[in-house]
């Protein structure tokens, strides 16, 4: 048996599809590395990356990478970290400083970057290692299970939103009020844009203008495309949904010229554009994915200053797979939060 304190609870995967609540050795942090204990982990679609197998796992393997917890140990090398300061970990591991994107600056793009939750344990669990150069600090003002969603689909929108091309009082659409859209919606409220949002029903209009938009457009009834122009057109289009290819390439023909779509949401379609759709106006189709620790601080800070928050619902980390499957089945509104006692 092993003694007090030598072990902790985590929920991995065995298998595609398999979960497992067990216990796991404590391992101190290597060289360049910390131990985190933690307090809260997200729950993403990008986790079924993992649960599902859809990438090469070294099983088991423990998912999430939504984390937030408190400094315990540190590695060897490590400096600007301290026991005891909470700080967040992400969907990026750690990039190696050495590759070429990182040297030209790019450090989210790095070739040798791990992925948490699928290279190395992630944080359904009540402790973790993580890279301390893929850490982010956590504002004193937010709460770990707030700060949680945070880290990814919060980081996601930001910063493909604080990264677009869009001026404060241009029209900013929104596909999708989800877990990433009800987040994009708020962020891009508060950055000054005029906001419209894009959803299925009538029943979400509501909803949409709460989290802050000015017009709410309601695509199972019409074209968004003929809504964004009565409009004037969009400056940029933030595809927070993964619904379809046919849902997104309506919403670029919604473009003013030189307009952008951004394409957040990982859907199996592919996306049907027509080459006219593009060159007409100047029209593009980028994707954005995640981004860097000291963006992931910027999202955090401001937050705090805006008052963006997530729409969350919490569980236990023993009940990590109803959590999941939750979000998967789309139950969830809009996010799933682990806690760990």
């Not at 400096?79 to 700080?87: A, I």
């Not at 591991?93 to 699928?118: E, F, W, Y």
């Not at 990433?180 to 959803?199: K, S, T, W």
């Not at 299925?200 to 017009?215: P, S, T, V």
Request: hydrophobic residues 40%; neutral net charge.
């Amino acid at each position: 048996m092993a003694k007090a304190g030598s072990t902790y609870r985590a929920v991995q995967v065995l298998s595609p599809g398999k979960l497992e609540l067990t216990e796991k050795p404590l391992l101190d942090p290597k060289p360049g590395h910390v131990r985190v204990r933690l307090e809260a982990c997200g729950v993403c679609h990008s986790d079924s990356f993992t649960v599902e197998g859809a990438f090469p796992i070294e099983w088991p393997r423990v998912p999430g990478h939504e984390v937030v917890g408190r400094i315990d140990m540190v590695g060897a090398g490590v400096e600007g970290w301290k026991v005891g300061q909470r700080v967040g970990i992400g969907f990026l591991g750690g990039s190696c400083g050495h590759c070429g994107p990182c040297r030209d600056g790019n450090l989210a793009t790095c070739r040798n970057q791990k992925i948490t939750g699928v290279h190395h344990d992630g944080g359904y669990a009540e402790v973790m290692i993580a890279k301390a150069n893929g850490l982010m600090s956590v504002p004193d003002d937010l709460s770990s299970v707030d700060a949680a969603p945070l880290l990814c689909a919060g980081l996601t929108t930001f910063g493909a939103l604080r990264n677009a091309p869009a001026k404060a009082g241009d029209l900013v659409a929104v596909l999708g009020i989800g877990g990433l859209g009800h987040l994009g919606l708020q962020y891009a409220r508060h950055m000054g844009f005029e906001v419209a949002a894009i959803g299925r029903g009538a029943d979400k209009a509501e909803l949409a203008r709460k989290l802050g938009a000015h017009h709410y457009i309601d695509n199972s009834v019409g074209s968004s495309a003929d809504a964004l122009l009565a409009l004037g057109g969009a400056a940029v289009v933030l595809v927070t949904s993964s619904s379809g290819g046919r849902t997104v390439s309506d919403t670029v023909k919604g473009l003013r010229p030189g307009g952008v779509a951004i394409v957040l949401g990982a859907g199996p379609e592919p996306i049907e554009v027509t080459a006219t759709d593009l060159l007409s106006g100047g029209r593009k189709i980028e994707g954005a994915l995640t981004g860097t620790p000291a963006t992931g601080e910027a999202t955090l800070r401001f937050s705090v200053l805006s008052g963006v928050t997530p729409m969350i619902e919490t569980m236990p980390l023993e009940r990590a797979p109803e959590a999941y499957a939750k979000m998967m089945t789309g139950k969830a509104r809009f996010r799933m939060v682990l806690t760990m006692a």
